[in-house]
């Protein structure tokens, strides 16, 4: 029973360069979150999406920073032109659903690394 | 506005010595409260949650948690820890899209 998965654990850019970050939800989830953890602080949300969909993009940075989850494969969390202060690490999580339940449960992936050069 | 305030930057116990862990939030509907715990250089793993019921709320390794509405509280207890127990703890209060987290307590175990 696979967790959530995500690659890669670390990645290196440079500045400028683009980073794309992968995402897959919990077997049977369709919904996938993106928070950032800065060095030395809590967890911050970025976006909610479900298949093919962003419902909540709140937290995203306006520009060069975009999300997609497509009908099949990975959620991708895409930086482009990064700067020193995108390293962080960034988290997927997934859950089953939204009711408002207990379902609604996010489990966390092991988040990737990011450095920015 | 919603928040998680956890007021303890770092905690240092004694292994065996008991661990209270505050999370305090500010949220406008009944709130969803979480504790997750986070070793070095590793994700997140759900210690426990609370959706509704029960106020004490029983998670793995040992902890619990007590919801306490008029305190606005939803504080981390264990009787007895052990070294591995220490990590970074997050509280976090939950709504329809998204968790909001704490700035994390990060707990040292003494031998």
């Known amino acids: 029973n696979a967790g959530v998965m995500q690659n890669p654990r670390h990645l290196v850019r440079r500045r400028g360069q683009e980073a794309r970050l992968r995402c897959s939800p919990m077997k049977g989830h369709s919904h996938v979150y993106w928070y950032r953890q800065l060095p030395e602080e809590g967890l911050k949300f970025m976006v909610y999406l479900q298949k093919e969909n962003i419902i909540d993009e709140s937290g995203m940075p306006k520009e060069r920073f975009s999300a997609e989850f497509p009908k099949e494969g990975p959620s991708i969390l895409r930086i482009q032109q990064v700067v020193r202060g995108d390293s962080a690490a960034y988290f997927c999580?997934?859950?089953?659903?939204?009711?408002?339940?207990?379902?609604?449960?996010?489990?966390f992936g092991p988040g990737t690394r990011l450095t920015v050069l | 506005a919603q928040s998680v305030t956890q007021p303890d930057i770092h905690i240092t116990v004694s292994e065996g010595a008991s661990l209270e862990l505050r999370c305090n939030y500010s949220y406008g509907a009944t709130p969803y409260l979480f504790w997750y715990v986070q070793s070095p250089g590793q994700g997140l793993q759900l210690l426990l949650k609370y959706f509704s019921g029960d106020t004490l709320v029983q998670g793995i390794k040992g902890f619990e948690a007590e919801f306490k509405r008029s305190q606005s509280s939803f504080n981390l207890r264990k009787p007895s820890v052990h070294w591995s127990d220490a990590a970074e703890y997050f509280c976090?209060?939950?709504?329809?899209?998204?968790?909001?987290f704490g700035t994390g307590t990060r707990l040292k175990v003494l031998a």
């Open positions: 999580a997934s859950s089953l659903t939204t009711s408002g339940s207990s379902t609604d449960t996010q489990y």
């Open positions: 976090a209060v939950g709504g329809a899209n998204k968790y909001i």
